[in-house]
């Protein structure tokens, strides 16, 4: 792939998975992002077990290893006045520096806005947060499941009615890697300002700024009329349109249409479910009446689907051209050739513990994915970074003697 950000420095004073993420991106696009970790214990994230992904399956945390790839690191404690001078010479090298520190430890720290522009004007001081950087709750931390998913409105939109509880997230990091790509979005832009201004700005991102970008329809929606009763989202028994809903096939997979211009579509389908029968039915002429008779509709729909299994829809629907697609697994999507073809998913070697397929930024330049490299162990780039920096080996023995560095 173009190493579209080669030459780019990132200085990454990050933990958990939002802001990382958009870090690993960056680096993955060809920037050289330099991770600072606690010399001790290192990012938490490296420490988090997600779910049912047990560590052992790849001899680390898995979590740690899709937001930590492509980044070297170093062991700095950035509470000690010797570590923070390591920093803050790193600072002077850098074209971006990058943080999700909230607003009192920057300042006790002295890794503010002010900070580091007093110490390199020239650097993009980049932001994540929980719920933005202004209002009475900017000083509040949180985590993508209560920040994006839940205040963002989510999981009360895709909760059933009648349900005892919210519906969870569908997976870990389902708000912190979509924002992390948002904020690496927004310091290219910020990187390509400052190249025609020579200004460099502040960026920031939130986890709640990113659910309500993706929810702004309803959001908007509910604004306009005044309440949440917007009929999202429709009920499969009885849709807007039954040309986009899910159905049953007779071996228990499901087909989800999506035909928005069903009045286009309709002869194809009915012709490729042997139902010529029903483009001329009075019930279903038009859009309107599909609509008003949508059970019905639904029923008949249904009711062939579930005739024959998955195997004969997919052949069959190949044959007209209205969108639709299987309902497919996460194990499915890992296997989907497709997705191997354009490079979303690349085999990335494990320290020598053998290789796991990794996602890649779906985001490409001269139609090429981008390179992942594997994450490196905490600190493990500390000494050759200071090296870079002009730190003798004495100087490093000294800061490692005092805990500074790892």
Same mark, same amino acid.
């Given at each position: 792939?173009?190493?579209?950000?080669?030459?780019?420095?990132?200085?990454?004073?990050?933990?958990?998975?939002?802001?990382?993420?958009?870090?690993?991106v960056l680096g993955s696009w060809?920037?050289?992002?330099?991770?600072? /970790?606690?010399?001790?214990? @290192?990012?938490?994230?490296?420490? &988090?077990?997600?779910?049912?992904?047990?560590?052992?399956?790849?001899?680390?945390?898995?979590?740690?290893?899709?937001?930590g790839h492509s980044k070297r690191?170093?062991?700095?404690?950035?509470? #000690?006045?010797?570590?923070?001078?390591?920093?803050?010479?790193?600072?002077?090298?850098?074209?971006?520096?990058?943080?999700?520190?909230?607003?009192?430890?920057?300042?006790?720290?002295?890794?503010?806005?002010? %900070?580091?522009?007093?110490?390199?004007?020239?650097?993009?001081?980049?932001? @994540?947060?929980?719920?933005?950087?202004? *209002?009475?709750?900017?000083?509040?931390? *949180?985590?993508?499941?209560?920040?994006?998913?839940?205040?963002?409105?989510?999981?009360?939109?895709?909760?059933?009615?009648?349900?005892?509880?919210?519906?969870?997230?569908?997976?870990?990091?389902?708000?912190?890697?979509? #924002?992390? &790509?948002?904020?690496?979005?927004?310091?290219?832009?910020?990187?390509?300002?400052?190249?025609?201004?020579?200004?460099?700005?502040?960026?920031?991102?939130?986890?709640?700024?990113?659910?309500?970008?993706?929810?702004?329809?309803?959001?908007?929606?509910?604004?306009?009329?005044?309440?949440?009763? &917007? =009929?999202?989202?429709? #009920?499969? %028994?009885?849709?807007?349109?039954?040309?986009?809903?899910?159905?049953?096939?007779?071996? *228990?997979?499901?087909?989800?249409?999506?035909?928005?211009? #069903?009045?286009?579509?309709?002869?194809?389908?009915?012709?490729?479910? =042997?139902?010529? $029968?029903?483009?001329? %039915?009075?019930?279903?002429?038009?859009?309107?009446?599909?609509?008003?008779?949508?059970?019905?509709?639904?029923?008949?729909?249904? =009711?062939?689907?579930?005739?024959?299994? +998955?195997?004969?829809?997919?052949?069959?629907?190949?044959?007209?051209?209205?969108?639709? $697609?299987?309902?497919?697994?996460? +194990?499915?999507?890992? %296997?989907?050739?497709?997705?191997? /073809?354009?490079?979303?998913?690349? /085999?990335?070697?494990?320290?020598?513990?053998?290789?796991?397929?990794?996602?890649?930024?779906?985001?490409?330049?001269?139609?090429?994915?981008?390179?992942?490299?594997?994450?490196?162990?905490?600190?493990?780039?500390?000494?050759?970074?200071?090296?870079?920096?002009?730190?003798?080996? $004495?100087?490093?023995?000294?800061?490692?003697?005092? *805990?500074?560095?790892?």
């Amino acid at each position: 792939m173009t190493a579209v950000l080669e030459g780019i420095r990132i200085l990454e004073v990050a933990q958990w998975a939002f802001v990382p993420s958009a870090a690993a991106v960056l680096g993955s696009w060809g920037a050289e992002v330099i991770k600072v /970790e606690h010399p001790r214990h @290192g990012d938490p994230v490296r420490s &988090l077990v997600s779910g049912a992904i047990p560590a052992e399956a790849v001899g680390k945390p898995l979590m740690h290893e899709v937001v930590g790839h492509s980044k070297r690191s170093i062991g700095i404690d950035v509470n #000690s006045a010797d570590g923070l001078e390591v920093l803050l010479r790193l600072v002077d090298g850098c074209d971006v520096f990058l943080t999700n520190f909230l607003p009192e430890a920057r300042q006790r720290i002295g890794i503010d806005v002010e %900070d580091i522009k007093a110490r390199n004007p020239r650097a993009i001081y980049a932001r @994540g947060s929980a719920l933005g950087p202004r *209002g009475p709750e900017s000083d509040r931390g *949180g985590f993508d499941m209560v920040s994006h998913w839940y205040r963002g409105s989510i999981a009360q939109a895709v909760t059933p009615a009648g349900l005892a509880h919210p519906l969870r997230m569908p997976a870990p990091g389902f708000g912190d890697l979509p #924002s992390g &790509l948002m904020l690496a979005g927004g310091i290219c832009a910020a990187l390509a300002y400052r190249e025609r201004t020579g200004e460099a700005v502040v960026v920031d991102m939130s986890l709640l700024g990113g659910a309500i970008w993706s929810m702004q329809s309803l959001i908007v929606g509910a604004g306009v009329v005044g309440t949440d009763d &917007l =009929g999202w989202p429709p #009920s499969a %028994d009885h849709p807007q349109n039954p040309l986009a809903n899910t159905y049953q096939t007779s071996d *228990g997979r499901f087909i989800a249409i999506n035909m928005l211009e #069903s009045q286009r579509h309709w002869p194809g389908v009915c012709h490729v479910l =042997g139902r010529d $029968d029903l483009v001329e %039915d009075a019930r279903f002429r038009d859009a309107e009446a599909r609509k008003q008779n949508a059970v019905d509709c639904v029923t008949e729909l249904a =009711g062939e689907f579930a005739r024959h299994p +998955l195997a004969h829809w997919t052949a069959v629907l190949a044959t007209q051209d209205g969108p639709w $697609d299987v309902v497919r697994s996460p +194990l499915e999507v890992h %296997d989907d050739p497709q997705a191997w /073809e354009n490079g979303y998913l690349q /085999e990335v070697e494990q320290n020598h513990q053998g290789s796991i397929a990794l996602v890649t930024s779906p985001v490409q330049f001269d139609e090429q994915p981008a390179a992942i490299r594997p994450s490196e162990e905490a600190g493990a780039s500390t000494e050759l970074i200071l090296l870079d920096l002009g730190y003798t080996w $004495d100087e490093i023995t000294q800061l490692k003697a005092t *805990g500074a560095i790892s």
